[in-house]
C-alpha cells in the first residue's frame, strides 16, 4: 500500500463514505499525508464548490459523545486564538461522530510534507530552524490558552510562498502526555524537536515515519543525530536537536517557548549575527530593573550613610555585600559618563562613592526594587544563592590579589564577571533552571546505550537553552547602562580552554584575577576527587601569573566562605532582619 493511501479498513467504526472519497459535505480530491493520529486531506466544499485543507482524526474518540463534544469544545477554543503563527479554521464541525477541522489556507501555501516532495535540494540548517522557530511561536501561544495541537508533523504544518511555516489542525487529537505526571504539551515541544532532527538528517528518527509512534519508543530507544548528515549541521543546533530529543525528560526544554528561544536565539545569530534574548533581557531590565536588592537592605543603607567618620574602604566593603547595589552605583555612574564624553569610566564602588558621596547610595539603593523583585516568592532561592555566591567570590578575588591592585576594582571586576548568570537568573528563571539542570551528572546509562548523552559546561549549557553564553548578557547590559569597553573587558571571564599570559596592563591583571577567583570557587564548591582535580587544573592554569598552588586556593576559597557565613550570621542577628524569619 502506499504510504500516502488511507488504511480505513483497518479504522473500526470510521464512515464508509471514506472509502466513496466523500465526508459529509466534502469531496475528497487528495490525500496530503497522515501520521497513526491524523489524516490530511485537500477537499472541495460542496456547498461553496471551493478547494479547503480537512483534517481529520484516524480513531473515533472512546470516551463516545462527551468525548465528541469536549473535542468540538477544544477545537473551538483553539480557532479563537489569533496569533500570526497559526492557521485559522475556517470550519470545525463533527459528522457522524467524528471530529473535523477545515481551513482556507493563504494562497500558494501547501503542506509542509507536500513543499518537500516537489525539491530536490537539501535545505539548510537555518532553514530548518527558521521553520521550527516559527511552528514553536505558534504553538507556545497554543499552550499559554491551554491548549495544544496533539500531532506535529509535516502533513500538519503549512508553509507559504515566503517560506514561514505554521500549524493547522489544532486540537484535532488530544493524547495522553508522555509520562505520568506530565502534560500533553510536552508531546508537542518533543514533536517539533524529531521533526527538527528528521528534516536535519533526511532521514525519520529511530526509522518510524511515524513520529507519534517514535514518541512511544523514546523512553527505550535514543535519538541522537547521525555522525554523518547530508549537510553540516553547527554544533550549536546540533546540541539543541539532541537535548529536545533527550530520553530523560528532564534533560529536554520544559515548554515550547523554551525551545523557541533557542532555536531562534541561534537562528538570529546566523542570519543577522545578533541574539534576540539580548533585546529581550534589555527591555524587561528597563522596566523591572536589573536585580533586586538582598533582603536587608534598608538596615545596610542606614548603616553606610551613618559612616561619615569611617574610613571609605569601609563603606566600599559594605557595599559589595549587596551585589546590586554595588552594580547600581556603577551603572548610575557610567550612565552619567556616557552623558559627557570627557568623563572617565567608573570601575571602582570606592570611586563611585567619592563622585555621588553617601547621599548619591542612598538614591541608588532607592533605585533598586525590594527582594525578591518582581520573581516569585518560589523561584528566588537561586537568585539568593548565586547573589551570595557573587559576594564570596569578590572576597576571594581580594584574596588572590598581587600586592598593588586595587583591591575593590578587583572585588567588582568578580561580581561583574557573575552578572550575566545573576541577570538570566533574575529575568529568566525557567530558562536558568534548564542549564543549571544541564550541569547536573548526567544519570547512568543503561548497558547497551552506545552514545549516552553528553554532561555540557555552563557554556554550552547557556547556549542550548538561550541561545547565547552568560557573559554576554553582562555586557549587553553593560553597554546599556553606557560602559566603556574596558569595563567590558573586566566583566569578561578568561575562556576556560583559554591560554593564561602574565598580563601587560594593570585592567587585564584585575580581569585575570576575578577569573582565577570565579574557576577557583567552581573547582571547590565540586566534591571529593573532582575539587581536588579541578582546584590543580585551576592551579596549573594560573600558576606562571599568580604563583599559586591548589592549597592556596583550596585555604583562599575556605576563608572567603568564613567570612560570607559571618557576614551572614550578623544580618541574621540584627534587629528586625529579613533573615530571623
Known sequence: MNALQPSSASQPGFPAQITQRRFGPFGLKRLL????????????????????????????????????KRALDAARRAARIDHPRLQAPSEIGQYAGWLYVACQPRQGAQTLGEWLNGRAEVNTALDIASWCSDVLDGLAAAHDAGLTHGDVGLHSLLIDRAGRVIPWGLAVVAPPPLTEGGVASERDVLGVGLLMHQLLSGTPPLGEADLPSVLGRLVREPVRLPATLPQPVPEVLAAIVDRATATQASRRYLSARSLFRAVDEWRQNAAEGRANVLAILLARSRAAGHLPALPGLAARVSKVVGMDSEPLQSVVELILEDPALALELLRQLNTAAQRAPDADPVTSVGRAVQLIGLRGVRRAAGALRPWPGLLPATQAAPLRVA??????????????????????????AAQLQQLGRLLVLYHFPDEAAQIAALMRPAPRVEEGDERPESEPDEALAARLVIG??????????????????????????????????????????VRLVASCAGETLD???RVGLSMERDLEHVAARYARTLDVKAVDLRSA????????QKALKQEADSPGSSLRR
Open 387 to 412: 547573589l551570595l555566591r557573587a559576594r564570596q567570590v569578590s572576597l576571594l578575588a581580594r584574596l588572590l590579589a598581587p600586592a598593588g591592585l586595587p583591591l575593590d576594582m578587583v572585588s567588582l
Open 523 to 525: 573547582a571547590w564548591q
Open 557 to 564: 576559597a575556605e576563608r572567603s566562605q568564613l567570612a560570607t
Open 468 to 509: 547565547v553564553e552568560l557573559p554576554a548578557l553582562g555586557r549587553a547590559v553593560l553597554r546599556q547602562w553606557g560602559a566603556d569597553q574596558g569595563l567590558e573587558l573586566l566583566a569578561t571571564p578568561l575562556g576556560r580552554d583559554q591560554a593564561v599570559r602574565v598580563p601587560q596592563h594593570a585592567p587585564d591583571w
Open 33 to 68: 499525508g497522515r501520521s497513526s493520529l491524523t489524516m490530511a486531506w485537500l477537499a472541495e466544499d460542496s456547498r461553496s464548490m471551493q478547494d479547503v485543507l480537512l483534517m481529520l482524526p484516524r480513531r473515533a474518540s472512546s470516551a463516545g459523545a462527551e468525548g465528541l
